[in-house]
């Protein structure tokens, strides 16, 4: 009878042994108390169970178990995280690679909710781009670019367009003799534009000179326009003014000269017995002038 229990004692052993080992080799921590989170993404490739979990970049825990959800076509991963870290409820559960080969880990970005998720919580997650995948992706796009420039340089370079690029080539090279010739020109000339430069400096001076004359001439004017304004005009104008009124007056003499009708007929009848006579002297002298001779 006591070795029938002996036996059974060391199977109980044996098996208890043989769990506790499937459960360390699983990655479930054995020997202290941690938090169950449960983190649902899309695709978990490159994860594994007992794939550690970082807080801050501390290795904090490992994933226990990873199920496929047959409704939802997704995966539940469970991550085991000591207690010793609290994780806001708000948090995220990322995946990253942690190396250039590609190697997945968990990280918990910690979020700003005060209240602390509790084991057992669900926790939001997340997937970074590798490395490697975002080298991929640049090659990916480099070598599409490449292949765009590729043919867009064979569409440039065909027969068409090499003939307008011969052609453009020979215009180009014609401008550039032209230019050449331009600049020996501009070379051989160069005293004849000192020169010319000299003269306008000659011609800038002599119209310095002649701004300063008008300077002195507009200030003669000014003095002129001074000096008139000074004068007595208005006195003048009114000494014309009662001039003028004394001659048009009737009962001064020039008045009474101009609008008398007799002056006038007497110095007609004046004129014509004047005119009357010249006439009878030229016709008659001898008759008003008398002549004796010795």
Do not use: H, W
């Amino acid at each position: 009878m006591r070795k029938e229990i002996k036996i059974g004692a060391f199977a109980v052993i044996v098996l208890a042994v043989a769990l506790f080992m499937i459960e360390f080799l699983k990655g479930k921590d054995i020997f202290s108390r941690n938090n169950t989170y449960y983190i649902i993404y899309p695709s978990v490739e490159g994860l594994s169970v007992s794939t550690g979990v970082t807080v801050g970049g501390y290795a904090a825990g490992v994933i226990s178990d990873i199920a496929y959800n047959r409704q939802t076509m997704d995966y539940t991963v469970s991550a085991s995280v000591s207690r010793e870290f609290d994780i806001p409820e708000d948090s995220f559960i990322e995946i990253y690679s942690s190396d250039i080969l590609g190697t997945k880990k968990l990280r918990v970005k910690m979020g700003s909710s005060p209240v602390m998720a509790t084991s057992g919580d669900t926790l939001r997650g997340c997937m970074e781009t590798d490395m490697l995948s975002s080298v991929t992706g640049g090659l990916d796009s480099l070598m599409r670019s490449i292949g765009t420039t590729v043919e867009s340089v064979n569409l440039i370079l065909n027969e068409e367009n090499r003939a307008e690029f011969r052609l453009l080539l020979k215009r180009l090279n014609s401008t550039a003799g032209n230019l050449e010739k331009i600049s020996a020109m501009l070379q051989s000339k160069s005293p004849d534009i000192e020169t010319l430069l000299s003269n306008l400096s000659s011609i800038s001076a002599t119209l310095d000179s002649a701004a300063t004359a008008i300077s002195g001439t507009a200030a003669n004017a000014e003095a002129i326009t001074a000096s008139l304004n000074e004068a007595d005009l208005k006195g003048m104008t009114d000494s014309i003014r009662s001039l003028a009124g004394r001659l048009q007056s009737p009962d001064g003499s020039i008045g009474k000269l101009m609008r008398s009708d007799s002056l006038y007929n007497t110095l007609t009848a004046l004129s014509s017995d004047l005119d009357s006579l010249v006439n009878s002297i030229r016709r008659d002298p001898k008759k008003y002038i008398k002549i004796s001779i010795f």
